[in-house]
T-cell receptor, first 113, second 115 residues
Framework: KAGVTQTPRYLIKTRGQQVTLSCSPI?????VSWYQQTPGQGLQFLFE???????NKGNFPGRFSGRQFSNSRSEMNVSTLELGDSALYLC????????????FGPGTRLTVL | GDSVTQMEGPVTLSEEAFLTINCTYT??????LFWYVQYPGEGLQLLLK?????DKGSNKGFEATYRKETTSFHLEKGSVQVSDSAVYFC??????????????FGTGTRLQVTL
């Protein structure tokens, strides 16, 4: 069974641009969560989507948004990029929103110049 | 809010040494507890979990026991190998709060095992 896949793996953008990251969950998993990992703040929860609806949200500004499609694939978007948005963005999938065993993808490394 | 505190790293051990990485938590609900491992350049892998008090999670020689009285979930392994070198994260999620998919992580502990 294929694991969680994330594309692209690496991305370089400049300040003020926007970016879209993609995540394909494990087949049959309907919940997708996103996390930001930085050396300073560690791993922080961004949001969770289940059945195309945002179920939970972390403490990030509105520049960070996401969506989920009917096939459970998810995208997250960051607008008006700032230097501090440079991070590893991890996606995790689980069977359902109330099932807390999550499986992580390899991440997308975003560098903002 | 919920929080996880784990010991600062790096932890450097010789191969076959005993490993303990301390983890304590603060949660108002009924958390499930996890240990994840991250190898260089990779995402997180679930190492073990425990969903209620006194449960023991175990996998690949690693163990951790959910201690509600001390709010702890310390990770142990009797004999580490060079291949165990990685960053280890303690995490919790509170199922009863309706936020089961929101993991709260500790800061991570880097383990380096030498020959």
């Amino acid at each position: 069974k294929a694991g969680v896949t994330q594309t692209p793996r690496y991305l370089i953008k400049t300040r003020g641009q926007q970016v879209t990251l993609s995540c394909s969950p494990i087949s049959g998993h309907r919940s997708v969560s996103w996390y930001q990992q930085t050396p300073g703040q560690g791993l922080q929860f961004l949001f969770e989507y289940f059945s195309e609806t945002q179920r939970n949200k972390g403490n990030f500004p509105g520049r960070f948004s996401g969506r989920q499609f009917s096939n459970s694939r998810s995208e997250m978007n960051v607008s008006t990029l700032e230097l501090g948005d440079s991070a590893l963005y991890l996606c995790a999938s689980s069977l359902a929103s109330d099932y807390n065993e999550q499986f992580f993808g390899p991440g997308t490394r975003l560098t903002v110049l | 809010g919920d929080s996880v505190t784990q010991m600062e790293g790096p932890v450097t051990l010789s191969e076959e040494a005993f490993l303990t990485i301390n983890c304590t938590y603060t949660a108002t609900g009924y958390p499930s507890l996890f240990w994840y491992v991250q190898y260089p350049g990779e995402g997180l892998q679930l190492l073990l979990k425990a969903t209620k008090a006194d449960d023991k999670g175990s996998n690949k020689g690693f163990e951790a026991t959910y201690r509600k009285e001390t709010t702890s979930f310390h990770l142990e392994k009797g004999s580490v190998q060079v291949s165990d070198s990685a960053v280890y994260f303690c995490a919790l999620s509170d199922r009863r709060a309706g936020t089961a998919s929101k993991l709260t992580f500790g800061t991570g502990t880097r383990l380096q095992v030498t020959l």
